[in-house]
């Protein structure tokens, strides 16, 4: 099982930006895993942000933030990254990664076999 912990959260202005890291613990590589970071607004269904494959090649986006967001992964420093850009009010959520072990980088919410606690990222208008 590997232990992920969300870090970078705030409260900012709009059009500025944050950047979210995620951090493995228990002795796990995050190599292994493709991973995601979602967030979950108040009253609102968890809803999948970005993905990146497990070398990192591969990246994916939800329309909302493409283009603003970036998601980045270190492996050597077993780290995820979520650079976000141009932070709209709309952007406020608790933001979460979490990780998927048969490395398939999707969408879904149930295709994540771990999950951190989440950081909290509210922006003002």
């Known amino acids: 099982q590997v232990q992920l912990v969300e870090s970078g959260g705030g409260l900012v202005q709009a059009g500025g930006s944050l950047r979210l890291s995620c951090a493995a613990s228990?002795?796990?590589?995050?190599?292994?895993?493709?991973m995601g970071w979602f967030r979950q607004a108040p009253e609102k269904d968890r809803e999948f942000v970005a993905a990146?494959?497990?070398?990192?090649?591969?990246?994916y986006y939800t329309d909302s933030v493409r283009g603003r967001f970036t998601i980045s992964r270190d492996n050597a420093k077993n780290t995820v990254s979520l650079q976000m850009n141009s932070l709209i009010p709309e952007d406020t959520a608790v933001y979460y990664c979490a990780a998927d072990y048969r490395g398939s980088a999707t969408a879904g919410v149930s295709e994540y076999d771990f999950w951190g606690q989440g950081t909290q990222v509210t922006v003002s208008s």
């Open positions: 990146i494959s497990m070398g990192g090649t591969k990246t």
């Open positions: 228990g002795g796990r590589t995050l190599s292994w895993y493709a």
